[in-house]
């Protein structure tokens, strides 16, 4: 405790102090709980329609994205007010996406339906829709916007979407229920989580080529308890992070040699990542204990927990 | 919608080159014994019942097969048992060289010394130990789980429970006779012990009439009346003649499990883990009615030839059988690990529910149950037990 006091204070003395909303999707609860990201408090909590999963927010950080996944709907809320400002069609039960580095259009994977659906955030309408693989889940992008990649679940494909012409150019076969894609921000290579296969793949991106697996072994952790979901990377590459679901442990790994730097335990069933803007701290959200786990990023600590809804499945860190 | 995928057949097929495009092609023979309609009406047999899940299965491999350049068949043959043989006959004749089949132990055996090694057979009904044990042959996989890793599944719970004391009953069918002898092994194995056991004989009965209620509630207390002092009742009855019957009707208030009550199962229209729900959605879609164990178990049978084609990049009978009886074979199922095959039996290994009516009561293996290999491997027969000798 007296740890995450000093660090929290190291942090507030380094940066100039921005608070940022961080606000997380919880599954059962049909709600979104809204933290601070200084405080570490809970600020407010509303409702979100059914089953609310996948979360962004809009580069403005005005809109925030839901998908009601039982609603079959993308719903968008103001950021300031809570309120619901409008749907955007989604198709059915949508999961997860990923918005534009532009902010429009918003990437949705349909997980009953094989398709993933590309809607227009400003027109509100649908520009297509992309047959994949069975159950699409994970959605990347390339950060100059150029490669949309899903993932498939039970196909176990990472699908290359050319984001102009909507066509899939590019299939990588992963090991079992491939969850989340997600790019270097160099755009040079692409990391995709499989759940059950208990592996990250490092694609190369420009030949699409499988260049690294990286596995997890965890002393006095059953090997079929570690899969890996969510991740995400420093934009410098230098340090990535895994969830690894029911293990409860984040792994931290090294962005160069792709070794396990070390397994932060956090809550139960860790599901998805979101950092601070500054990368000073990341989010975790933990689906079985109903908590989110804060992890100090430059000192590779857990340093708090914080209570939020039923199953909180997503997060996402509003930007300065 | 066909159009669709016209379209985008052939656009991946160009970005897929070297992958052979050609059918492989399976079979479903389900063999439909006649016989009494079930105690509930809720177990009622459908028509599609399996073919449901590999139609889910044959989708799935169909729409990953885009990518590859593979196509998926699978011909429905639902037969009477004694034209059992000649529906697996038509099914080679059309080519299927991977044969699901739903069928009795017998009958299963039948069929896949009929098929030799003409076909891969995938067993997704029996559950006999001895067709993984004395009667085991190289040419079929068991997708379908064996009594013994039922009985196991449900053995650990108990003893974790400290419930260590049963009173078994089970039915006069030879089928219910391997269910207990797999109970009292898994008594044995997990230190638990049966202190009474009886026998139901199936005289016929009032089952389905309006008053059979009234009957049931004088007959089975006085049934189930002076037993030892047990934990709990474990029905064996696999036949599904009086099990049902036994919830809230015992003499003694003890819980009951095994054939009814709580029940080890491969699926559960309830479950919602690890995925399942999509899957769950998927099938609904498709067959109008919730998923049963049976189709849970053909569509995993269907997606094992799908698995196979797609990471041995091939579409060749030989390669892909090789490939699916090979250590590096495996395959995801809704349940929250890979599932893998056992080289002593070619026996799946997979976690089994424990099931009441409404929801998932737990999974077995159970957390306390560890194994050098797979914890998986507490369940069923391990390559020490086993009477399987493989033929060659």
Same mark, same amino acid.
């Given at each position: ?9 190291a ?45 962004t927010?809009s ?6 994205y839901v ?13 300031e ?9 989604s198709g059915?039960d ?8 532009s902010g ?11 398709i993933v ?5 400003v ?25 949309v990649?899903?993932?498939s ?57 499988i ?8 002393p ?14 420093t934009?410098?590459?230098t ?21 396990v ?7 139960q069933?860790?599901?998805q ?8 701290l ?15 990023v430059a ?6 927990s ?15 | ?61 169909q729409?990953t097969g ?16 004694e ?12 080519? %299927? /060289? =991977?044969? +699901?089949?739903?069928?009795? *132990?017998?009958?299963?055996l ?6 030799? #090694? @003409? &076909? ?9 130990d ?11 996989v ?12 449900? %053995? /650990? =719970?108990? +003893?974790?429970?400290?419930w *260590? ?10 089928? #219910? @006779? &391997? ?13 638990a ?17 309006d008053?059979?209620?009234?009957q049931?509630?004088?007959?089975m207390p ?6 030892a002092d ?6 064996a ?70 698995e196979?084609?797609?990471?041995a ?17 495996e ?10 095959l ?24 159970q ?11 507490t369940?069923g027969r ?11």
């Amino acid at each position: 405790m007296r740890l995450s006091a000093l660090s929290l204070t190291a942090l507030l003395g380094a940066t100039p102090v921005l608070a940022n909303k961080v606000f997380v999707s919880n599954e059962k609860g049909n709600d979104i709980t809204v933290l601070d990201s200084e405080t570490l408090e809970v600020i407010a909590t509303f409702p979100a329609g059914n089953r609310p999963r996948g979360i962004t927010i809009s580069p403005d950080g005005k809109e925030l994205y839901v998908c009601a996944s039982d609603d079959d709907t993308v719903r968008v809320y103001s950021t300031e007010t809570y309120e619901q400002t409008h749907t955007l069609p989604s198709g059915p039960d949508p999961e997860l996406f990923v918005l534009h580095p532009s902010g429009n259009p918003l990437y949705i994977a349909n997980e009953d339906d094989n398709i993933v659906t590309v809607v227009d955030v400003v027109t509100h309408k649908m520009l297509a829709e992309i047959p994949v693989g069975v159950e699409p889940e994970g959605m990347g992008i390339s950060p100059d916007g150029a490669v949309v990649v899903n993932t498939s679940e039970t196909t176990n494909m990472a699908h290359f979407i050319d984001s102009a012409t909507y066509e899939i150019v590019a299939n990588v076969l992963v090991d079992q229920r491939p969850r989340y894609a997600q790019f270097t921000s160099d755009g040079k290579l692409l990391f995709v989580t499989s759940e059950i296969g208990g592996t990250v793949s490092v694609i190369d991106a420009a030949t699409q080529a499988i260049v690294h697996k990286i596995t997890f072994a965890i002393p006095g952790v059953l090997p079929e308890a570690i899969q890996p979901v969510g991740l995400k990377i420093t934009s410098d590459g230098t340090k990535i992070f895994v969830a690894l679901g029911p293990s409860n442990r984040v792994a931290m790994i090294d962005g160069s040699s792709f070794e396990v730097l070390d397994y932060l335990l956090v809550g139960q069933r860790v599901w998805q990542l979101a950092f601070t803007p500054d990368e000073s701290l990341l989010f975790t959200t933990n689906g079985n204990s109903n908590d989110v786990s804060v992890i100090d990023v430059a000192a590779g600590k857990v340093v708090k927990s914080v209570q939020v809804g039923q199953q909180p499945w997503g997060v996402v860190v509003a930007p300065d | 919608m066909r159009m669709i995928h016209a379209i985008s057949l052939m656009g991946i097929l160009a970005a897929a080159p070297g992958w052979s495009d050609t059918v492989i092609r399976a079979a479903i023979v389900r063999v439909d014994v006649p016989g009494l309609p079930p105690i509930s009406r809720l177990d009622l047999p459908t028509a599609d019942l399996g073919f449901a899940g590999a139609r889910l299965g044959t989708e799935d491999n169909q729409t990953t097969g885009r990518f590859t350049g593979q196509a998926f068949e699978t011909a429905e043959y639902a037969a009477a048992p004694e034209a059992a043989t000649q529906a697996l006959d038509q099914a080679l004749a059309g080519g %299927a /060289q =991977f044969i +699901v089949i739903l069928a009795d *132990d017998a009958t299963t055996l039948a069929l896949v010394d009929q098929a030799g #090694d @003409r &076909a891969l057979i995938l067993n997704a009904g029996a559950r006999g130990d001895r067709l993984r044990g004395a009667d085991c042959r190289a040419n079929v996989v068991h997708v379908a789980p064996s009594h013994a890793m039922m009985a196991d599944a449900l %053995a /650990q =719970f108990l +003893v974790w429970k400290r419930w *260590d004391e049963w009173f078994l009953i089970a039915g006069s069918h030879p089928q #219910d @006779r &391997a269910l207990a002898d797999a109970f009292r092994t898994a008594a044995t194995k997990f230190g638990a012990s049966i202190v009474e056991e009886r026998v139901f004989d199936d005289t016929g009965g009032a089952r389905r009439t309006d008053t059979g209620h009234v009957q049931v509630q004088k007959q089975m207390p006085v049934f189930t009346q002076d037993a030892a002092d047990h934990d709990v009742v474990i029905a064996a009855d696999e036949a599904g003649v009086f099990s049902e019957y036994l919830p809230f009707q015992t003499w003694d208030a003890r819980p009951v499990a095994g054939s009814a009550g709580l029940v080890p199962r491969t699926w559960h229209p309830a479950l919602e883990a690890w995925g399942a729900t999509q899957f769950q959605n998927r099938f609904e879609a498709l067959a109008g009615r919730p998923m049963r164990e049976e189709d849970y178990q053909a569509w995993l049978a269907v997606r094992i030839i799908g698995e196979a084609a797609t990471r041995a990049q091939s579409s060749d009978f030989p390669v892909l059988r090789d490939h699916i009886l090979s250590p590096q074979f495996e395959i995801a199922g809704f349940k929250g690990q890979k599932l893998t095959l056992r080289d002593w039996d070619h026996q799946l290994r997979q976690p089994i529910l424990l099931a009441t009516d409404a929801l998932t009561v737990s999974v077995s293996p159970q957390h306390a149950y560890l194994h050098q290999t797979s914890q998986l491997d507490t369940l069923g027969r391990d390559r020490p037990e086993t009477d399987c000798v493989m033929p060659e």
